[in-house]
């Protein structure tokens, strides 16, 4: 008798991992190729102020970050690369998770411009945002709004709305002295 009872538990057990490996194999795939929520993995916000002052030092204009921006927006993408036209990024998730950046560089605007707004074009239209004048791109897969000044141009880009985009333009200052 013992011997069954045995055999049965180990059956058990058995089953139990088998349909263990069929359901992580599903939720693999399912995981592949679902598209992924933001809100589903909670994305960490990128502490970039050490980024900011080394960018604030090397570069040859006023580097932007935001100030003040509300609750729900996080930083989640930052770099600085001197030799590619002094070129400044800082992404964030808006509180909508609608992504939105801001880039910054010495670069040729015809080309830097369709770069990191992904072929948007300019639309003709300009936006006033905090007393300051900025042009409205817009493309396929990012609008934009953008300005050329202090020797850079100030691409403020992304998937989010222009009431988004003009909330990050209007809240970008600048530390350099």
């Not at 639309?123 to 905090?130: L, M």
Request: glycine fraction near 10%; proline fraction near 5%; charge should be neutral.
């Amino acid at each position: 008798m013992g011997g069954v009872a045995g055999m049965r538990g180990r059956q058990t057990v058995r089953g139990m991992f088998q349909s263990l490996a069929v359901i992580m194999v599903a939720a693999g795939v399912m995981y592949l190729f679902i598209p992924h929520d933001e809100d589903a993995v909670p994305v960490k916000a990128k502490d970039y102020r050490v980024e900011l002052l080394t960018a604030q030092r090397a570069a040859p204009y006023p580097v932007l970050a935001p100030e003040g921006l509300g609750e729900g927006w996080k930083a989640t993408v930052v770099s600085y690369k001197r030799e590619q036209g002094d070129a400044w990024q800082l992404g964030f998730l808006d509180p909508d998770t609608q992504y939105v950046a801001i880039h910054q560089s010495t670069a040729e605007p015809a080309k830097y411009i369709p770069e990191v707004t992904q072929k948007a074009e300019n639309s003709g239209k300009t936006q006033t945002v905090a007393g300051q004048v900025w042009q409205r791109w817009e493309g396929p897969k990012y609008d934009a709004l953008v300005r050329t000044d202090g020797g850079a141009t100030t691409v403020v880009t992304g998937t989010a709305s222009f009431e988004r985009l003009a909330e990050m333009a209007g809240a970008l200052q600048s530390k350099k002295a």
